[in-house]
């Protein structure tokens, strides 16, 4: 079974429980192994000055450690586990990302507006898929893929506006951070809802959409 973490209970959770021990590498190569995720190494952090700087050279990187390296990185993107393994044993501290737009989208909304979400889709009965919630407090929620072609629609027939809400989806040409990555001094991505083999099979953006806009709209 795929475990990195306890899941998240509801809003009741004081804090999401720490990383179990496994390397970069190896949860890399269990995203491509056993979830047939794409992946790519990113950045990395580097100790400089008695400080972690990101392996971009920018000291004011907004997301140190946490963003692609090379820009031909989804190209460089593998659903192979030999070739992870390959990559990252070459920078074993490198990120993990995960390319959204392939084996799914990811709506992503503001930490508060999530757990209220996951407090409603819980009463509902809903299931859900993987969902991350990042230190820059995000959380987002693992779709099948297309949901940026239909979000916008699904919004407005709520009668929303997607302007007037902080929630947005991640699609082609677009990655999250996987766990257990680090944004710089700020923490690691950690999963709000693990990736079980009860959620292999993701939601559609359709069953979860209502639950994020209203949390959203509560959240405003």
């Not at 179990?20 to 990395?44: I, K, M, N, Q």
């Amino acid at each position: 079974m795929f475990i990195v973490e306890e899941t998240i209970a509801g809003t009741q959770a004081a804090q999401i429980p720490k990383q179990r021990g496994e390397s970069l590498l190896e949860t890399a190569v269990r995203y491509a192994e056993e979830r047939h995720w794409d992946v790519f190494p990113g950045t990395w952090l580097e100790a400089a000055d008695g400080a972690q700087r990101c392996s971009c050279g920018d000291a004011a990187c907004p997301a140190p450690g946490s963003h692609p390296a090379r820009p031909d990185w989804e190209s460089q993107a593998t659903g192979s586990a030999t070739v992870a393994r390959r990559m990252w044993q070459k920078q074993p501290t490198a990120s993990i990302l995960l390319p959204t737009g392939r084996t799914f989208d990811a709506i992503s909304v503001p930490e508060t507006a999530g757990f209220l979400a996951l407090a409603r889709m819980e009463r509902m009965e809903l299931t859900l898929g993987p969902v991350t919630l990042t230190p820059d407090r995000r959380m987002e929620f693992f779709v099948l893929p297309g949901a940026s072609v239909k979000v916008p629609d699904l919004v407005r027939k709520l009668g929303w506006s997607l302007s007037s809400l902080d929630l947005t989806v991640l699609g082609e040409g677009a990655y999250v951070a996987a766990p257990p990555t680090r944004f710089g001094s700020r923490g690691a991505v950690q999963w709000a809802c693990r990736p079980t083999p009860a959620n292999r099979w993701l939601p559609d953006a359709e069953e979860l959409i209502s639950p994020l806009a209203y949390a959203c709209g509560r959240d405003r």
